[in-house]
């Protein structure tokens, strides 16, 4: 019958063959070993994920432009000596205008551009915080994903466990019913070569388990053969969820993608500056010395305005301003694009979550107690010899296909959940 409450199994990838795998893969009860949840999953990623960590940082990193973008350029110190004659020697005191120079100049660009190169920054700092938000909700949905997946391999392989079990009790009934007279060798046979079939679709179960288990341990930044233990009992409910389309504004993608059509669009107006010259602005002291004699000199004070021709403005200011406006452009096409790549997410999220949902309760509550009932009929009548055995082999097929089935569209659900959260901008629903 349906298992409502299941003993809790330590799974292990893999790696010996597949007679030893067969051997090996048995319940092991480890009561110091935490159950892995999905809510504990999805603790462990989101502290340890390196993929997010990554974003993380590069968020940090961008968060620290702004202010440097907004800052005048440092200013410059000259030194010097000035005028010194090449003749019989380098001498300061022979010639008047030989003299020692302290200077200072500072750069200063034409008024608004710093505050505009500033506000880009900070644009692009706000977006890239809002791609750590995004790779948030693709994280999390990913780890539900995998773990609904490998609960599905999980529960599968215990279903062969138990198809291993009724197999051996019909051949044990075909063989009694041989030896009396009453069944055919053919019966036997038959049921030594579904054991057969077992074995082989067991084994390619344990490869997708391996490499699932692998996937999802990735995923918490784990070794890929680490152990996981799940539940003893998986919740089964589904909520009936008849729309989400009305949050998909507070996607961070959107986000995202607006902050960078602000930041593409201080950066068109920052180019439009460039058509106007910067400055430099220095300051210096010079330092002479007496003359051979005796006699003193005074000293100088200079300031200096100097400032940029943007004289190839066809070639440089203008080219960066139609620059500037494709990018613009491209930026408002990539909001309009996430925009209906987001609406498409969400409907077809929501059409398999309720696709799923609908089979598995078919399942749940009409297919599968009608399959166990077909099996333990098909078992009786071959007792009597009312049936034959391929018909017993068939209602025991489509028993353990419908019981996959259960597990199966119980997981896709999960995961369309999943899917349909993140696309929404939430992590759960």
């Known amino acids: 019958m349906l298992r409502k409450s299941m ?28 159950v892995l949840t999905p809510e504990r999953a999805v603790g462990i990623a989101l502290a340890d994920n390196p993929n997010l960590a990554q974003i993380k940082a590069r968020s940090e990193a961008m968060a620290a432009i702004p202010s440097q973008e907004g800052s005048l350029p440092d200013p410059t110190i000259n030194i010097g000596a000035l005028n010194l004659p090449t003749a019989n020697g380098l001498n300061l005191q022979k010639e008047d205008m030989t003299m020692l120079e302290v200077g200072v100049s500072q750069a200063i ?105 692998a996937r999802l341990n990735a995923l918490l930044n784990r070794s890929p053969d680490s152990t996981i233990r799940f539940p003893d009992e998986v919740d089964t409910r589904l909520p009936d969820i008849q729309s989400a389309t009305d949050g998909q504004e507070s996607r961070p993608l959107l986000a995202e ?6 930041a593409a669009q201080t950066r068109l107006e920052l180019a439009k ?13 010079s330092f002479r010395q007496s003359t051979p004699n005796g006699q003193s000199r005074s000293d100088f004070a200079s300031v200096q305005l100097s400032m940029t021709l943007p004289i190839y403005t066809e070639r440089k200011q203008a080219k960066a301003v ?51 009932q077909n099996v333990a ?51 759960s629903l």
């Open 109 to 213: 660009p034409f008024p608004g551009k710093l505050a505009l190169r500033e506000k880009a920054a900070t644009f692009e700092a706000a977006a890239a915080a809002d791609s750590v938000d995004e790779a948030r909700l693709r994280l999390v949905r990913d780890v539900k994903m995998h773990w609904w997946q490998l609960v599905f391999i999980h529960r599968s392989l215990l279903n062969l466990d138990d198809t291993e079990r009724l197999l051996k009790q019909l051949a044990e009934i075909a063989n009694s019913q041989y030896r009396i007279g009453q069944g055919l060798q053919q019966d036997v046979l038959a049921a030594l070569l579904e054991q057969s079939k077992l074995a082989k679709e067991k084994a390619q179960h344990l490869g997708m388990h391996r490499a699932e288990i």
């Open 7 to 34: 003993y809790s199994v330590i799974f292990r990838p893999f790696s010996l063959p597949v007679v030893c795998c067969l051997t090996l893969f048995s319940t092991v009860l480890l009561a110091d070993e935490p």
């Open 322 to 372: 139609d620059q500037r406006q494709s990018e613009l452009l491209k930026e408002r096409y990539a909001l309009d694009q996430a925009r209906r790549e987001i609406q498409v997410e969400i409907s077809e999220s929501q059409a398999l979550y309720q696709s799923s949902r609908a089979q598995f309760e078919q399942l749940k509550n009409t297919i599968l107690p009608l399959a166990e």
């Open 377 to 427: 009929s098909a078992v009786n009548a071959y007792q009597v010899g009312k049936t034959n055995f391929q018909s017993v082999i068939q209602a025991k097929n489509a028993w353990i296909e419908y019981r996959n089935q259960y597990w199966q569209t119980l997981a896709e659900a999960h995961q369309a959940l999943a899917q349909l959260a993140a696309a929404t901008g939430r992590e």
């Open 273 to 285: 500056k460039d058509y106007y010259p910067d400055f430099t602005l220095g300051t210096a002291y």
């Open 257 to 262: 993608r607006k902050n960078a059509i602000d």
